[in-house]
Nanobody, 121 residues
Framework: QVQLVESGGGLVKAGGSLRLSCAASGRTFSRHAMGWFRQAPGKEREFVTA????????YYADSVKGRFTISRDNAKNTVYLQMNSLKPEDTAVYYC??????????????WGQGTLVTVSS
């Protein structure tokens, strides 16, 4: 069992940066791939980025490639999402998730409660 708690969301101006953190409980954290999804108001949840259990093979949605960076620290049971050059269209609730490395939400078994990121123009 893995429990996930996100933090670091907030209000930022376009062009600014935020770093989201996701703290995981449970001894199996390092066995899971980790991902971030987001859901904007009135839209479906969409894939943002994911990283393998070892920290390798990160991949990104085209919409965030070159601006967002995912990383993990298995010693701290934490995964991070560094978001730079933020745009108003990045506004969404961001969810941390653990499971099998995939762009599909259905591949992930565990989800956090979400943290809101608002980017003002």
């Amino acid at each position: 069992q893995v429990q996930l708690v996100e933090s670091g969301g907030g209000l930022v101006k376009a062009g600014g940066s935020l770093r989201l953190s996701c703290a995981a409980s449970g001894r199996t954290f390092s066995r899971h791939a980790m991902g971030w999804f987001r859901q904007a108001p009135g839209k479906e949840r969409e894939f943002v980025t994911a990283i393998s259990w070892s920290g390798g093979n990160p991949y990104y949605a085209d919409s965030v490639k070159g601006r967002f960076t995912i990383s993990r620290d298995n010693a701290k049971n934490t995964v991070y999402l560094q978001m730079n050059s933020l745009k108003p269209e990045d506004t969404a609730v961001y969810y941390c998730t653990a499971g099998f490395l995939s762009v599909m939400a259905s591949a992930y078994n565990y989800w956090g409660q979400g943290t809101l990121v608002t980017v003002s123009s």
